[in-house]
């Protein structure tokens, strides 16, 4: 039987394969008595897996892929800590002895006590480590159910494979870097999960948030994964197979004729030019920057320096990594946005998330409120400034009190590098962030008081529409095309080209080559975005008329039915 079924595409591309699936173990636990003669085996197989299980960790660890995310290192770390502990590693040994039942039962037994304690845990981020501790036991079960090895490698390599999966660990995913799938589908997910983070640097086909993909795919069925579209087709019939090769093999010539773009300088038809830069995590990301022929970074999330860590980088640390961005990136622009913690991005080690967090304590508030760490990282960033073009970006400003404020703590760090004779480029420039309703609406006074402005849409059409983009019950409401973002949108573009500023946009519309037309007739001459869509970004700037496009979407701001604005975006992209 043929079906579709939709989730989250988080890698695009398409993908035409077997099924390949990875077993749940979790739900397949076998439960057996044991005889008193049988016990001290039953321990003696229990802790060889334990130890199997670290040794493949710390093995994995060790031989992590050269341009993998800089976050496997914390997740294995997080993984073999997890491992070690008693409750998992020790634990279950006692429920052998006492309750004569099998290895692997005794184990799931104390994982579900375990999860249990999870569910009353009150931390967000403690609260999801439910998944790394389900992961690990998988691991460990493997190993006791003779599947060592998350991810298998099909028997057959002469056909394209495509592994379905109820979920995916860090360490799982890994291996694909060393194995031949050609994407990957799971039930769980999100776009911003670890998962998604991955298979984004794999650059492969990939879908999460499917929901039943393992309990209703049959292995070695064919599959379609469209990641763009985030549909996959089952068993295809005869005619929809052959649409989605063809669609496959356009997107392949595709991408090899977007290669030949990298070095175009990005102008429109009648000889505007527009700046395209790249959105960074980590100092790693700087090959693929350089790949997408990205003219600088126009963000770089300092934020991901933070995470998945139990202390503080310190200001040596953070300076070597803005220092070593500034300098891999030759004397182009690095737009270095101060911490943006808080909502989803929470310190390991502190819980500050309130009942609503991503209204609560987070990126500049957190960082007035916190003038020790704030310190250390403004200071880190001006000593980095001395080794290029470094600007500095302040996140989610809302009054111009908040922006005082900040001028101070920079002036502040300033003085304290002077008199220590530490060089640091003292003119350097400093923008904000329009991601708050209020600022956009306040934009004019934030005009006259920063060096440049950087529009947050992912944000601002979050809280402009009171839609929490990572729930999935609301997401069909999160609507960049809303006749109020683009209100907001515009007005933040226009305030800055009136002030002589540069204006860029940061957010998922920058990345979008469906509203490039869009954002460059209503003003916009600098994008930034992932570096694997500059280059489709470029392609449509390229072939784009000013004038025609400034027209249609002036009428787009005067629009208030969707359906009309989905008309007109449709004119201007035709």
């Known amino acids: 039987m043929s079906f579709a079924m939709h989730g989250v595409g988080v890698s695009g591309g398409i993908a ?17 008595a044991l005889s008193l003669e049988q016990v001290p085996n039953e321990i003696a197989r229990f802790e060889a897996a334990i130890t199997a299980t670290r040794l493949e960790l710390e093995a994995l660890r060790v031989n992590i892929p050269a341009g993998s995310p800089a976050e496997f290192d914390a997740f294995l770390d997080l993984h073999l ?11 279950p040994i006692g429920l052998i002895q006492n309750q004569r039942i099998n290895a692997e039962w005794a184990l799931k037994q104390q994982m579900d006590a375990l999860l249990s304690q999870f569910e009353q845990i009150e931390d967000d981020y403690l609260r999801e480590r439910k998944a790394d501790v389900v992961q690990v036991v998988e691991r460990v079960l493997k190993e006791l159910l003779g599947h060592p090895g998350s991810v298998s ?46 298979a984004r640097s794999l650059n492969i086909p990939s879908i999460v948030a499917l929901h039943h ?30 649409e989605y090769k063809l669609r496959q093999s356009q997107w392949e010539i595709e991408k090899q004729k977007l290669k030949r773009l990298k070095s175009t300088v990005a102008t429109t038809l009648d000889g505007t ?3 395209l830069h790249a959105n960074i995590e980590l100092p790693q990301d700087i090959p693929q920057v350089k790949a997408s022929g990205a003219t600088g970074i126009g963000l770089f999330r300092s934020e991901f320096l933070f995470l998945n860590r ?38 390991r080690f502190a819980d500050r998330s309130g009942d609503n967090p991503a209204l609560g304590l987070r990126a500049i508030r957190l960082c007035l409120s916190e003038p020790q760490m704030f310190h250390t990282q403004l200071r880190a960033i001006l ?116 002030a002589g500023i540069p204006v860029s946009v940061c957010g998922e519309m920058a990345g979008d080559p469906s509203f490039t037309r ?48 989905h008309q007109l975006l449709a004119r201007l992209n035709a």
């Open 153 to 198: 490698q099909p028997s057959s390599t002469d056909v394209s494979r495509i592994l379905v999966a109820h979920d995916l660990s860090p360490a799982d995913m890994m291996l694909f870097k060393q194995q031949s799938f050609a994407a990957f589908i799971t039930d769980v997910g999100g776009a911003t999960s670890h998962t998604a983070i991955v």
């Open 213 to 242: 993909a393992r309990q209703l795919i049959r292995e070695n069925e064919l599959l379609i994964v469209d990641g763009q579209q985030g549909v996959v087709i089952v068993n295809p019939d005869k005619q929809i197979l052959a």
């Open 518 to 565: 869009l954002l460059l007739g209503l003003g916009l001459r600098q994008f930034s975005m992932h570096p694997a869509h500059v280059l489709t970004v470029k392609q449509q700037i390229l072939k784009s008329d000013l004038p025609h496009i400034t027209a249609v979407a002036q009428k787009m701001l005067k629009a208030q039915e969707p359906e009309k604005l």
């Open 273 to 275: 030019a527009v700046e």
């Open 383 to 498: 000593r980095a400034s001395h080794y290029g073009r470094i600007h500095l970006l302040i996140p989610m400003l809302c009054s111009l009190s908040e922006l005082r404020q900040t001028m101070h703590l920079i002036g502040h760090a300033k003085q304290e590098l002077a008199a220590e004779g530490v060089p640091f480029d003292t003119h350097i420039l400093v923008g904000g962030m329009i991601e708050i309703p209020a600022a956009a609406l306040a934009v004019q006074a934030f005009a006259k008081q920063l060096d440049f402005l950087s529009i947050g849409t992912n944000d601002l059409i979050q809280y402009t529409l009171a839609i929490d983009r990572t729930d999935d019950t609301v997401a069909h409401l999160y609507d960049p095309l809303h006749p109020a973002v683009l209100q907001l949108v515009a007005m933040t573009i226009a305030a800055a080209n009136k």
């Open 310 to 347: 139990d202390d503080l980088p310190d200001e040596e640390e953070q300076f070597a990594a803005y220092r070593k961005v500034a300098q891999d990136m030759k004397g182009l622009p690095v737009t270095i946005r101060t911490l943006d913690l808080g909502a989803d991005k929470q310190l």
């Open 81 to 91: 800590l997890i491992l070690a502990d008693g409750t998992l590693s020790k634990a």
């Open 16 to 32: 035409i394969g077997y099924a390949h699936l990875i077993s749940h173990a979790v739900l397949e636990v076998p439960l057996y």
